[in-house]
């Protein structure tokens, strides 16, 4: 039940705040792109797994620093 309402919230709020349609459902995007770029930066380290989650961790670190 709970998984269901995270993928309907953004149609719920789309219909409630019409004028900020573009900002909800500019939310969405990260859910495609975080997992896709986590996906990369993992994969960049080659054989080694545990180093690639290390180098996901740091980069998310330095954003959340940046912004």
Known sequence: M??????????????LLPKRKG???GV????IIGPVVTGTVVQSAGINETLG?????????IL???F
């Open 28 to 31: 969405d995007w990260t859910g």
């Open 53 to 61: 989650f290390d180098y996901s961790i740091l980069f998310i670190s």
């Open 2 to 15: 709970a998984t269901s309402m995270f993928v309907l919230w953004v149609l719920i709020a789309a219909s």
């Open 23 to 25: 900002l909800v459902l």
């Open 64 to 66: 959340l620093i940046t």
